[in-house]
């Protein structure tokens, strides 16, 4: 069974423009979360989506928003970029809601804002 | 929401001895613990988790012990290896599992040969 994957791996953007990731979830899985990793802050969580619902949400600006489609596939959109955002984006998915159910991890997508 | 606090931040092992990482938490209702392991530039790999009706779970050398009652939770590596060395990251389920996970900020173990 193929593993979590995320596109593209890496992006290099300017302050003030905006990007969009997306991550493919192992499939049968329904579950996607989105998290932020950075050395300062570590692991920080940004959403989850299950059957194409915003389930919870981290404590993230309106900036950062996502979507997720029939299929399970999810994106992940930031507006006006700013230095801050620099960071790895990692993705997970689940076989049903993460409330104690495992999360695999894809790849990441590593954003650069200059 | 919850808070995990990760103790420590670095540690240094002999090949063969044992490391423990310890961690705890403040919302009594979170239920599920996962323990990740980060190699330099990879993704975070699920290596153990507990849940919240369990005390404790092995996985050949690596154990999980949960303590509710002090909301704390530990991952022991026996007779480590080389290969052992990477960072770990503890988590925590808040509010039931409604919540998404909150991760601990990491211990970069290291196994001196």
């Known amino acids: 069974k193929a593993g979590v994957t995320q596109t593209p791996r890496y992006l290099i953007k300017t302050r003030g423009q905006q990007v969009t990731l997306s991550c493919s979830p192992i499939s049968g899985h329904r579950s996607v979360s989105w998290y932020q990793q950075t050395p300062g802050q570590g692991l920080q969580f940004l959403f989850e989506y299950f059957s194409e619902t915003q389930r919870n949400k981290g404590n993230f600006p309106g900036r950062f928003s996502g979507r997720q489609f029939s299929n399970s596939r999810s994106e992940m959109n930031v507006s006006t970029l700013e230095l801050g955002d620099s960071a790895l984006y990692l993705c997970?998915?689940?076989?049903?809601?993460?409330?104690?159910?495992?999360?695999?991890f894809g790849p990441g997508t590593r954003l650069t804002v200059t | 929401g919850e808070n995990v606090e990760q103790h420590p931040s670095t540690l240094s092992v002999q090949e063969g001895d044992s490391a423990v990482i310890k961690c705890t938490y403040s919302d009594s209702a979170s239920n599920y613990f996962p323990w990740y392991k980060q190699e330099l530039g990879k993704r975070p790999q699920l290596i153990i988790d507990i849940r919240s009706n369990v005390g404790e779970k092995k996985d050949q050398r690596i154990a999980v012990t949960l303590n509710k009652t002090a909301k704390h939770f530990s991952l022991h590596i026996t007779e480590t290896q080389p290969e052992d060395s990477a960072v770990y990251f503890c988590a925590a389920s808040g509010r039931g599992g409604a919540d998404g996970l909150t991760f601990g900020k990491g211990t970069h173990l290291i196994i001196q040969p």
């Open positions: 997970a998915s689940s076989l049903v809601s993460t409330g104690g159910y495992e999360q695999y």
